[in-house]
């Protein structure tokens, strides 16, 4: 039996494996669910096996559908037998990744069922039965806490890599559900890459050398470079170096970039503006060096040094 | 092929202020501007119609002011502009939003598509685009990063969707929002500028399209915001290496060391 009034992960695959931030939902969910069981969903093909991966996460249940069709399914075709499933067994809340496929899946569902949804969530807890949703709005200058005090479920997407998943023991007991998926002609994929993301590499790393506007010199950069290789760094930006040749939109760190949550990020000449703060909080260990001691990076990191970026790679260099 | 483009005017800085007193935001002084995504989008329909005939409308909801914006849109080339401007529509969230800009495409009628940018830049929602695709029951292409026509009332259209791209075929009408990697917007010169001084510009109220009034301003927005906040996010013990680099070099290699980082 599936319960009713559960805290519910959508699952979500990236290539053959589950998308981290559906593991990091499902460590965020059992830490604040209380006495509310926590399920995830997984809509796979009939080859697929998410439910092992899942399983080490420790949710309550897993509520599994297969059928050939999820494979390229539209979005409108999965939110159909997402909204009929949460019309059924009626959770309380509905939590997706704030991914691509869970930003464009997740308001179909909610306009289905007329509820609310947020938007990119950095956070969530539990106030009685409400859900508090925590989200930053005017490029994470503001931070506003959203509730939907009339309607079921309560929905959010949440950002990738705003929390650690961690396995968890636990019995996952498994339900599965009958899938009736009628194919969309009108949306039919005819073809998928997988890109080799330096997203994905950056937002996964478990090192980070991040380079500001203190380090926007070529040799700073290139010196960077190879110390990000010694120590098994990826290299990352702060806004204004995505201006440069060499980096794009997707090595930034913060807002309209990516969200890390490394072992260790070292920032050179980063001054640390709020969106890029937000976007590193949740780093282990945080080493800055910049010119300017007051600059906000400095409080918001466990070592600093003030000083030129470009001496301490020297410095490093030598002795790496 | 008819194309409405959804469009929004955000604040023209996300530099905003809060009223020390009331917690609220501070939005007075801040000039309106279009929602940069919302560009990409009326570029991507601009090109459309280039390609394959037909006309580009603009669509959206707000005060008075947003004429300006639409303007901004008819001078890179829409045909005409449509503003839902309503006491009623005020407190709107995304559901309601996107329920109402539904009926508006509804009263325009015979639109075969309807683009939106892949999210405006205040809110980061993404949400209206899908909503507006579920209530007209159309299938819908998010985040695409290509538009190309086909025969036969289709569209070639590449997703970007971070791990992996896609390209779906889409049958027409259908709903399709726009990433930045799409197109260059085009300059509006000044000849363009003129011109659209001279394109309809008509504005709706709650009036003159058919809605349930449950469904719309506050009423129809399930969403409550309960507070808004500054961020502080929590400060660190920020311990000063030695000042000599050689001497902090060392240093910081000891901690990596001790942690287990090297």
């Not at chain 1, 979005?75 to 037998?81: E, F, S």
Request: with cysteine.
């Amino acid at each position: 039996m599936i319960s009713k009034e559960g805290l519910w992960i959508v699952a979500e695959f990236e290539g053959t494996r589950i998308a981290p931030v559906t593991l990091q939902l499902l460590t965020k969910a059992r830490a604040i669910a209380g006495s509310r069981p926590v399920a995830a969903v997984l809509m796979e093909t009939p080859e697929a096996d998410g439910e092992e991966t899942l399983a080490q996460y420790g949710p309550d249940e897993i509520i599994v559908l297969q059928a050939e069709g999820f494979k390229d399914a539209s979005d409108r075709a999965l939110a159909a037998q997402l909204t009929q499933l949460i019309q059924a067994h009626q959770p309380n809340a509905v939590l997706f990744g704030a991914t691509p496929a869970g930003r464009s899946l997740a308001p179909r569902v909610q306009d289905q069922l007329a509820t609310g949804l947020t938007a990119d969530c950095l956070d969530f807890y539990y106030e009685e039965n409400e859900l508090v949703q925590v989200k930053p709005s005017y490029g994470d200058n503001v931070m506003c806490e959203i509730v939907c005090p009339d309607r079921r479920p309560q929905m959010a997407s949440v950002r990738p890599n705003t929390f650690a998943a961690q396995k968890a023991q636990g019995a996952a007991r498994i339900e599965r559900v009958p899938v009736s998926l009628t194919p969309d002609d009108s949306c039919v994929v005819q073809h998928t890459a997988l890109k080799i993301a330096a997203t994905t590499s950056l937002s996964g790393a478990r090192k980070i050398i991040a380079l500001g506007r203190g380090a926007n010199k070529d040799a700073v950069v290139a010196g960077a470079r190879q110390l990000a290789e010694k120590l098994g760094a990826s290299v990352g930006v702060s806004r204004p170096l995505t201006d440069r040749p060499d980096f794009t939109a997707e090595q930034q760190i913060g807002q309209s970039g990516v969200t890390v949550s490394p072992d260790l990020i070292l920032n050179l000449g980063v001054s640390g503006a709020v969106q890029y703060q937000v976007g590193m909080s949740g780093s282990k260990l945080v080493i800055s060096a910049n010119r300017d001691p007051k600059a906000p990076i400095m409080a918001q990191s466990d070592y600093t040094w003030t000083g030129d970026a470009g001496a301490l790679v020297a410095a490093l260099q030598e002795l790496l | 092929m008819k194309i409405v483009v959804c469009i929004k005017q955000v604040p023209g800085s996300n530099r905003v202020k809060f009223d020390p007193i009331t917690h609220n935001l501070v939005r007075e002084g801040l000039a309106g501007r279009m929602n940069p995504f919302d560009e990409n989008a009326i570029e991507a329909a601009v090109r459309l119609r280039e390609q394959v005939g037909g006309e580009v409308i603009l669509l959206s909801m707000g005060p008075d002011a947003t004429k300006e914006t639409l303007h901004d849109g008819l001078a890179m080339g829409a045909d005409a502009a449509y503003l839902l401007s309503a006491r009623a529509f005020a407190g709107s969230d995304t559901l309601a939003t996107g329920y109402i800009l539904a009926q508006a495409i509804r009263q325009i009628g015979g639109v075969d598509l309807t683009l939106f940018g892949r999210q405006a830049v205040d809110a980061d929602t993404g949400q209206v685009g899908p909503i507006v695709a579920t209530e007209l029951d159309l299938p819908q292409a998010t985040f695409a990063s290509k538009i190309q026509p086909l025969a036969a009332g289709r569209l070639a259209v590449e997703r970007d969707l971070g791990a992996v791209t896609q390209t779906v075929q889409l049958t027409l009408p259908a709903v399709v929002t726009v990433r930045a990697e799409a197109n260059r917007p085009r300059y509006e010169s000044p000849i363009a500028i003129q011109q659209s001084l001279h394109k309809p510009l008509t504005t709706w109220t709650d009036q003159d399209l058919t809605l349930d009034a449950s469904r719309i301003g506050q009423a129809g927005s399930p969403t409550v915001v309960r507070k808004v906040f500054a961020p502080t996010p929590p400060t660190r013990a920020a311990k000063p290496l030695p000042e000599d680099p050689k001497a902090a070099a060392k240093a910081l290699l000891d901690i990596l060391q001790a942690q287990g980082l090297l």
